[in-house]
T-cell receptor, first 116, second 116 residues
Framework: EPEVTQTPSHQVTQMGQEVILRCVPI?????FYWYRQILGQKVEFLVS????????KSEIFDDQFSVERPDGSNFTLKIRSTKLEDSAMYFC??????????????FGPGTRLTVT | AQKVTQAQTEISVVEKEDVTLDCVYE???????LFWYKQPPSGELVFLIR??????QNEISGRYSWNFQKSTSSFNFTITASQVVDSAVYFC?????????????FGTGTRLTVIP
């Protein structure tokens, strides 16, 4: 069964460093998402991406964040200058459509980011 | 605005007991989707069910059942004859058709512990 994959599973970085989190969505999916879950808290939407541009973003997704689909398979989240409060689990998700029966968002296993 | 409330932070039950996880939602959208996700200790998000707002039929899948009541804006989840493997955090989520149609709004989750 096709699945969303994410690398790395765990990333440790120092405050102020740039990190890139990678995701490979399901191959026939067209809509891509990033969510964040701070330890012990709820999952929060960051951004959605379609047709090579951001379609929606939350207040959390400020200028230090960016997303990119550098090739036909990868979808990346870059944090330009990490802060301690960026420590969280980051989930990538993808869906085939935006609405209707094919709009199911399938989540990857997550990347745990630890900023020290 | 979209909002999902899971008032039960933690629940403990003894194996084979039935347990119901509550979810109450708020939305101004007339069409919306409701979801339940399971997050086991390993951290991934596992999709359990999606329900459309125009379909109030309850659903049963094995030991799982869902009770959607539009009149009370609730979408409760019942596990029958609970097992230790059911121990996880369960998230209820909402996606509007009109508002923020790309993103899922999650509740704060209910941690279920099934004691052998």
């Amino acid at each position: 069964e096709p699945e969303v994959t994410q690398t790395p599973s765990h990333q440790v970085t120092q405050m102020g460093q740039e990190v890139i989190l990678r995701c490979v969505p399901i191959s026939n999916h067209l809509y891509f998402y990033w969510y964040r879950q701070i330890l012990g808290q709820k999952v929060e939407f960051l951004v959605s991406f379609y047709n090579n541009e951001i379609s929606e973003k939350s207040e959390i997704f400020d200028d230090q964040f960016s997303v990119e689909r550098p090739d036909g398979s990868n979808f990346t989240l870059k944090i330009r200058s990490t802060k301690l409060e960026d420590s969280a689990m980051y989930f990538c998700a993808s869906s085939e459509a935006r609405t209707g029966a094919l709009s199911e968002q399938y989540f990857g296993p997550g990347t745990r980011l630890t900023v020290t | 605005a979209q909002k999902v409330t899971q008032a039960q932070t933690e629940i403990s039950v003894v194996e084979k007991e039935d347990v119901t996880l509550d979810c109450v939602y708020e939305t101004r959208d007339t069409t919306y989707y409701l979801f339940w996700y399971k997050q086991p200790p390993s951290g991934e998000l596992v999709f359990l069910i999606r329900r459309n707002s125009f379909d109030e039929q309850n659903e049963i899948s094995g030991r799982y059942s869902w009770n959607f009541q539009k009149s009370t804006s609730s979408f409760n989840f019942t596990i029958t004859a609970s097992q230790v493997v059911d121990s996880a955090v369960y998230f209820c989520a909402l996606r509007g058709y009109q508002t923020g149609a790309n993103n899922l709004f999650f509740g704060t989750g209910t941690r279920l512990t099934v004691i052998p």
